[in-house]
């Protein structure tokens, strides 16, 4: 059984650049979030989408946004990339918007330069 | 951003010690959960807590929600050298909307000397 996927897994982009993450949730889940891990931190909570509405946003920018496809599976896109943005981007999902605990992918480490 | 307060910050220990850290935060949450991430790769759920008061064990884990709903620990018994990583705790709110974000601990690193 897949666990959550995240692709690509290591990204290098120049300031200024646009760049977009992709996420697949495990098989049955509707829930995907979104978290940024700058190095040395916990993860920070970006977005949360359910059956493809957001459900929940962090405090980001206008540069990042998400959407989420009919088969559950996510984008997360971040326009105008700084150096702040180099971070290790996690996907996580769950079954339903519920307080169990999410299953994360192992992420994509996005260095801009 | 917001962030709990997780101590320690690091340990070093022998293998065959007992482990404890713990969460503090200034708000009240619904769900504590912990858990480990190993470099290079995405965390790891341990243990899940969903009442106050709540004591649940995961092998050589025990975790407790705090019954002021503000805090939580984590103990590891019997360290051995896998267990070396990064613990995280988490806390769940339940927001507008029915958006369930967590709110993490900075991580407690942690050291095994065989």
């Known amino acids: 059984d897949a666990g959550v996927t995240q692709s690509p897994t290591h990204l290098i982009k120049t300031r200024g650049q646009h760049v977009t993450l992709r996420c697949s949730p495990i098989?049955?889940?509707?829930?995907v979030s979104w978290y940024q891990q700058v190095l040395g931190q916990g993860p920070q909570f970006i977005f949360q989408?359910?059956?493809?509405?957001?459900?929940g946003r962090g405090n980001f920018p206008d540069r990042f946004s998400a959407r989420q496809f009919p088969n559950y599976s996510s984008e997360l896109n971040v326009n105008a990339l700084l150096l702040g943005d180099s971070a290790l981007y996690l996907c996580?999902?769950?079954?339903?918007?519920?307080?169990?605990?999410?299953?994360f992918g192992s992420g994509t480490r996005l260095t801009v330069v | 951003g917001q962030q709990l307060n997780q101590s320690p910050q690091s340990m070093f220990i022998q293998e065959g010690e007992d482990v404890s850290m713990n969460c503090t935060s200034s708000?009240?949450?619904?769900?504590w959960l912990w858990y480990k991430q190993d470099p290079g790769e995405g965390p790891v759920l341990l243990i899940a807590?969903?009442?106050?008061?709540e004591l649940t064990s995961n092998g050589r884990l025990t975790a407790q929600f705090g019954i002021t709903r503000k805090d939580s620990f984590l103990n590891i018994s019997a360290s051995i050298p896998s267990d070396v990583g990064i613990y995280f705790c988490?806390?769940?709110?339940f927001g507008a909307g029915n958006n369930r974000k967590l709110i993490w601990g900075l991580g407690t690193s942690l050291a095994v000397n065989p």
């Open positions: 098989s049955g889940h509707k829930s």
């Open positions: 708000s009240i949450f619904n769900t």
């Open positions: 988490a806390g769940q709110l």
């Open positions: 989408y359910y059956e493809k509405e957001e459900r």
């Open positions: 807590l969903y009442k106050a008061g």
């Open positions: 996580a999902s769950s079954f339903l918007q519920s307080n169990y605990g999410y299953t």
